[in-house]
């Protein structure tokens, strides 16, 4: 079960580009705080550090970028709830898989360990070009398998959040247990260690074949 949202709480959305983590981020920021809940938006860092430089981070910047992004979140959670439009796993994640640099996953597994949930946005809406952030729909499914195999590794427990329009805003809300009678019924799992997919409305576009792959290899 979620803890209770309290000062301090921090739901974290993560997953790969052009996946809906912004506009998810935002209505959910909305509906937390249209229900009484003091809730802060902490922005993709990234998305305004290439707007203001004209280009993306190089290798050596990296580090800087994921470590602000953390500091952001955390000073956002003194003063409330936070929901954070991504985390340091993200550019952890873009470093191992652009750049082939792994070394910033320690740091960013350990802050997301703090989070009181992860929501993982599903690879079910179509791929939009979004200025020079966005590698293309190519990059979509790497980048998931990394941040399910980094969450795994860590034992971060998450939820994936699919749907469209009102439907992704219900399913992030079912996953933190805050569904109302007015929002759509939705199935949502949450991820833990035990489970290595979350159900049969994940939205991984290759996750029905690994499923049954893996039963056919229980079989033999």
């Known amino acids: ?16 580009e052009s996946t809906g983590k912004t506009e998810l981020a935002r209505v959910l920021g909305e509906r937390l705080t249209q229900r009484g809940i003091a809730t802060t938006l902490v922005p993709e860092l990234l998305r305004d550090w290439c707007i203001r430089n004209g280009r993306t981070p190089r290798p050596d910047e990296q580090a800087a970028i994921a470590d602000e992004q953390t500091r952001r979140i955390a000073e956002a959670a003194r003063h409330g709830v936070v929901v954070a439009d991504t985390t340091a796993l993200m550019t952890a994640v873009y470093s191992d898989l652009l750049f082939d640099d792994p070394a910033l996953y320690t740091d960013a597994l350990a802050a997301q360990a703090g989070y009181t949930m992860t929501l993982l946005t599903a690879l079910d809406l179509p791929w939009v070009a979004d200025g020079l952030q966005r590698d293309g729909p190519h990059v979509r499914e790497p980048v998931d398998a990394l941040v399910r195999t980094a969450l795994a590794r860590a034992s971060v427990s998450y939820a994936v959040v699919h749907g469209r329009g009102p439907g992704r805003l219900a399913s992030a809300l079912t996953a933190l247990n805050l569904a109302s009678d007015t929002e759509p019924a939705v199935s949502t799992r949450v991820v833990g260690e035990a489970w290595r997919w979350s159900c049969e409305k994940c939205s991984d576009p290759v996750c029905e074949h690994r499923l049954f792959t893996d039963l056919l290899s229980r079989r033999t």
């Open 1 to 16: 079960m979620t803890p209770s949202l309290t000062r301090g709480s921090v739901i974290a959305v993560v997953g790969a």
